[in-house]
């Protein structure tokens, strides 16, 4: 092409003077420009998802638009990595999990009845998807780069929650130092958790009940000269593990109610923003299955199960334990009259149990279009729908009221990116929901095929109740 142009000006010297002559050449180059930016394609981005082709080098070999460790998502030249293993379950969609499981049907129209809850009598029981709802603030799980800490900070076990729990299943003790940044903040509700994940490495630590307010719950350490109020963190528990982007059914760890890692499921805002999750979203529901008895679904033929979720209690892989093995925690239901018997259990599902819809693109339109959803909020609207069409979720918490999503939320450095999803006003503060009552249907929602049994169940699933 440039030889070409070459040609050009030399056979027409006599015909371009000296003023002619650099428009020509200036032409002549945006010409050139024009083509091969055609021929590149650079001019249009295309969503897309990576397969695993690299190592875990992390965020350098991303950084650099090249193939990372883990399956990575592609919006132009941003590419943002998911936690855990590709083979992890979560990771994998329904499809690629063995699709729905129509024994359990029954399951799926108990999420809907009473995953918000199971009502007193003398309350209306409302559907699931009208009062679900994305955790932005209250109990949001902010997470942050640990290579932005700026020091280090001691942790303490604050002392109520000693009589009933460690610190840490994965090594952290008292008094050991982790790194910090002053400027960090925790998920506001009672929960308090965030999460400092080093996004080169793998490195994690997960966080649970930072309350910064509570400092007097570690009096006891300060009495022996070992814990400095203000300046140290008195909290609930920590986790600490190396393998965030290998990490799946069979090595996680107790991080969350289900019995894996806090950091699997929860939905981060880079994510949305791309247009795909890219993996099962964290469920947290208010009808969560109740003890004592247990059984493990890899010992428990499917067709049995039915039964089981009445007369027994059971989970579900990826889930690793019953949260509420016991029957003390008659609180976790609105109405605190409720029998902990066989009726009770026929309304409640199981840990780790996972949901997804069945769903077309003419669904999918047909919800934005009715609930007027317009600009990012659209777009945002059907990232989470197609998320639950091609990975759903999964139960992973317990919750007080209504079935909330976990997310990143605002609190921490994903703000911005939540605010430029249409969620939420960083003027008034105010959350911008999204209403899935009209496209989680009873008729639609279904139970996804468990994977099958992978490691050793969680030590707390098998204590007997006292």
């Given at each position: 092409?440039?030889?070409?142009?070459?040609?050009?000006?030399?056979?027409?010297?006599?015909?371009?003077?000296?003023?002619?002559?650099?428009?020509?050449?200036?032409?002549?180059f945006a010409i050139v420009g024009?083509?091969?930016?055609?021929?590149?394609?650079?001019?249009?981005?295309?969503?897309?998802?990576?397969?695993?082709?690299?190592?875990?080098?992390?965020?350098?070999?991303?950084?650099?638009?090249?193939?990372?460790?883990?399956?990575?998502?592609?919006?132009?030249?941003?590419?943002?990595?998911?936690?855990?293993?590709?083979?992890?379950?979560?990771?994998?969609?329904?499809?690629?999990?063995?699709?729905?499981?129509?024994?359990?049907?029954?399951?799926?129209?108990?999420?809907?009845?009473?995953?918000?809850?199971?009502?007193?009598?003398?309350?209306?029981?409302?559907?699931?998807?009208?009062?679900?709802?994305?955790?932005?603030?209250?109990?949001?799980?902010?997470?942050?780069?640990?290579?932005?800490?700026?020091?280090?900070?001691?942790?303490?076990?604050?002392?109520?929650?000693?009589?009933?729990?460690?610190?840490?299943r994965t090594g952290v003790k008292?008094?050991?130092?982790?790194?910090?940044?002053?400027?960090?903040?925790?998920?506001?509700?009672?929960?308090?958790?965030?999460?400092?994940?080093?996004?080169?490495?793998?490195?994690?630590?997960?966080?649970?009940?930072?309350?910064?307010?509570?400092?007097?719950?570690?009096?006891?350490?300060?009495?022996?000269?070992?814990?400095?109020?203000?300046?140290?963190?008195?909290?609930?528990?920590?986790?600490?593990?190396?393998?965030?982007?290998?990490?799946?059914?069979?090595?996680?760890?107790?991080?969350?109610?289900?019995?894996?890692?806090?950091?699997?499921?929860?939905?981060?805002?880079?994510?949305?923003?791309?247009?795909?999750?890219?993996?099962?979203?964290?469920?947290?529901?208010?009808?969560?299955?109740?003890?004592?008895?247990?059984?493990?679904?890899?010992?428990?033929?499917?067709?049995?199960?039915?039964?089981?979720?009445?007369?027994?209690?059971?989970?579900?892989?990826?889930?690793?334990?019953?949260?509420?093995?016991?029957?003390?925690?008659?609180?976790?239901?609105?109405?605190?009259?409720?029998?902990?018997?066989?009726?009770?259990?026929?309304?409640?599902?199981?840990?780790?149990?996972?949901?997804?819809?069945?769903?077309?693109?003419?669904?999918?339109?047909?919800?934005?279009?009715?609930?007027?959803?317009?600009?990012?909020?659209?777009?945002?609207?059907?990232?989470?729908a197609r998320a639950w069409r091609?990975?759903?979720?999964?139960?992973?918490?317990?919750?007080?009221?209504?079935?909330?999503?976990?997310?990143?939320?605002?609190?921490?450095?994903?703000?911005?990116?939540?605010?430029?999803?249409?969620?939420?006003?960083?003027?008034?503060?105010?959350?911008?929901?999204?209403?899935?009552?009209?496209?989680?249907?009873?008729?639609?929602?279904?139970?996804?095929?468990?994977?099958?049994?992978?490691?050793?169940?969680?030590?707390?699933?098998?204590?007997?109740?006292?």
């Amino acid at each position: 092409m440039l030889k070409r142009i070459k040609r050009f000006l030399n056979k027409n010297k006599r015909k371009i003077n000296d003023y002619q002559r650099p428009v020509v050449i200036i032409l002549a180059f945006a010409i050139v420009g024009t083509i091969m930016l055609v021929l590149s394609k650079a001019a249009v981005p295309n969503a897309s998802i990576e397969a695993e082709k690299g190592t875990a080098t992390g965020i350098n070999v991303i950084a650099n638009d090249q193939a990372s460790g883990g399956q990575a998502i592609r919006f132009s030249n941003t590419t943002v990595r998911r936690f855990f293993a590709d083979d992890a379950s979560w990771n994998q969609t329904v499809t690629q999990i063995g699709g729905e499981v129509t024994q359990l049907k029954s399951f799926a129209e108990r999420f809907y009845d009473y995953g918000g809850g199971i009502m007193p009598a003398t309350k209306t029981q409302l559907p699931a998807p009208q009062i679900m709802r994305l955790s932005l603030v209250d109990y949001s799980v902010p997470i942050y780069d640990m290579l932005e800490a700026t020091t280090t900070v001691k942790v303490f076990q604050m002392g109520d929650m000693a009589q009933s729990m460690k610190l840490s299943r994965t090594g952290v003790k008292n008094g050991d130092s982790i790194p910090w940044n002053p400027s960090w903040k925790a998920g506001e509700g009672n929960d308090a958790i965030m999460h400092i994940v080093n996004y080169q490495t793998g490195e994690a630590y997960e966080l649970w009940m930072v309350h910064r307010d509570r400092d007097i719950n570690c009096a006891g350490f300060a009495i022996l000269g070992q814990f400095s109020a203000g300046k140290d963190l008195c909290l609930g528990a920590v986790e600490h593990y190396n393998n965030l982007w290998t990490a799946k059914d069979g090595s996680t760890i107790v991080g969350r109610g289900n019995g894996i890692n806090n950091l699997a499921l929860v939905t981060r805002a880079d994510e949305v923003a791309t247009g795909n999750i890219g993996h099962a979203i964290a469920l947290t529901v208010s009808n969560p299955m109740f003890g004592p008895d247990l059984i493990d679904t890899a010992d428990e033929p499917l067709t049995d199960l039915a039964n089981a979720g009445t007369n027994k209690a059971f989970f579900m892989r990826p889930g690793t334990r019953l949260e509420h093995k016991c029957n003390s925690r008659s609180k976790i239901f609105l109405d605190d009259s409720l029998p902990m018997d066989a009726t009770t259990r026929s309304k409640t599902i199981p840990s780790g149990m996972r949901f997804a819809a069945k769903l077309t693109e003419n669904d999918i339109t047909a919800w934005l279009d009715s609930k007027g959803y317009t600009g990012a909020k659209r777009q945002t609207a059907a990232t989470f729908a197609r998320a639950w069409r091609d990975y759903g979720g999964v139960v992973a918490e317990t919750g007080a009221y209504g079935v909330t999503i976990e997310t990143d939320g605002v609190i921490g450095p994903a703000k911005d990116r939540w605010v430029e999803l249409g969620l939420y006003d960083a003027t008034t503060k105010q959350q911008s929901n999204l209403d899935f009552s009209g496209l989680l249907t009873r008729d639609r929602l279904y139970v996804v095929k468990p994977p099958a049994r992978a490691g050793d169940i969680a030590d707390f699933a098998l204590k007997p109740c006292k």
